[in-house]
């Protein structure tokens, strides 16, 4: 079982001398520190959509996700397409499906297709 702790401090709470200069927030600082026993590795996993099936063994995936922006807090999506290997041809072009991480097969693809999670 994989186990996660997370340790969160404050950080930066000063308050500036000059009148001119606006004193800043504190900021909470938090770190994960994942354990993990000898036998199972924690291993980076994806969520996203089949854009293209257009190479041989490999996959193109789009992974979108929400993000706030830093200043004014509004929210707005994010996409990043990653290259996916696929042994044997199974997924096809609108899919969803889960990869995970793996050694680098090329300068590009860095995931492996774990399974798919809904046909199109």
């Avoid at 979108?64 to 830093?70: I, K, Q």
């Amino acid at each position: 079982m994989n186990r996660a702790s997370v340790t969160c401090q404050r950080v930066g709470a000063t308050r500036s001398v000059v009148a001119s200069v606006r004193p800043q927030r504190a900021q909470r600082l938090c770190v994960v520190a994942a354990t993990a026993t000898d036998d199972e590795k924690i291993i980076k996993k994806l969520k996203g959509k089949v854009v293209s099936t257009k190479m041989d063994k490999t996959l193109v995936v789009r992974v979108t996700r929400t993000v706030a922006h830093p200043k004014y807090g509004k929210r707005f999506q994010k996409t990043k397409n990653f290259y996916a290997h696929d042994e044997e041809n199974k997924a096809k072009e609108g899919d969803i499906v889960v990869v995970e991480a793996m050694r680098p097969m090329s300068k590009t693809k860095r995931w492996n297709l774990l399974s798919i999670v809904e046909e199109a």
